[in-house]
């Protein structure tokens, strides 16, 4: 009997972390986050591009990028 409890025990934990991964309460263990993005673009003035690591606790300078050059204008005329 004790042997029969302790399997159903298992299955339960097994079944209950399966649905907290399915559902994405447990997302970040997962391995799914590999892929970077942008959260957001402040533009601050056209001197400087920096590239800004945030977490919950630090923000830290990855590096400074270079501008794209400038795009003149051209009028198109039909």
């Known amino acids: 009997m004790n042997g029969f409890l302790a399997v ?8 209950a972390l399966a649905w907290l991964l399915r559902r994405g309460s447990l997302g970040a263990l ?4 590999g892929v970077i993005s942008v959260e957001t673009a402040v533009a601050l003035g056209e001197r ?7 977490t919950p606790t630090t923000m830290q300078l990855v590096t ?4 794209p050059p400038r795009v003149a ?3 198109v005329r039909s």
């Open 8 to 15: 159903l025990i298992v299955l339960g934990l097994v079944t």
């Open 64 to 67: 400074e990028l270079q501008p």
């Open 48 to 54: 400087r591009w920096l590239l800004l690591g945030l």
């Open 73 to 75: 204008a051209v009028e």
């Open 30 to 33: 997962t391995g799914r986050g």
